[in-house]
């Protein structure tokens, strides 16, 4: 079993940054794919980004393209999420997840795998 567990979340201002990592146990990241998720309170749960195991593409949801970033660091087996430039709008609780599955898993109903979610807060 794949274990995941989230660190990293908080409150800050508008325009900040913010870096959530997850690290995993049971299994080497280099044979999951992995992805970002949030939830804002009263909205339903959305994909943010995702790296692929493998040739380590990645796929952004256009409400972030261009201030998240997501990567794996192998040295202390965790995937992170960098987050620039936010806002209130980025305002969620935010889940990690994974899934053996070589390329890129964009829906969310394919991954078996995922943290307890880290509380994100973007307010003045």
């Known amino acids: 079993q794949v274990q995941l567990v989230e660190s990293g979340g908080g409150s800050v201002q508008p325009g900040g940054s913010l870096r959530l990592s997850c690290e995993a146990s049971?299994?080497?990241?280099?044979?999951?794919?992995i992805g970002w998720f949030r939830q804002a309170p009263g909205k339903e749960r959305e994909g943010v980004a995702f790296?692929?195991?493998?040739?380590?593409?990645?796929h952004y949801a256009d409400s972030v393209k261009g201030r998240f970033t997501i990567y794996r660091d192998n040295s202390e087996n965790t995937m992170n999420l960098q987050m620039s430039s936010l806002n209130p709008a980025d305002t969620a609780v935010y889940y990690c997840?994974?899934?053996?599955?070589?390329?890129?898993?964009?829906?969310?109903?394919?991954?078996?795998?995922w943290g307890q979610g880290t509380q994100v807060t973007v307010s003045a």
């Open positions: 997840a994974a899934d053996y599955f070589r390329g890129l898993l964009i829906a969310e109903e394919g991954y078996h795998y």
């Open positions: 049971g299994s080497n990241l280099d044979y999951l794919a």
């Open positions: 790296i692929a195991a493998g040739d380590g593409s990645t």
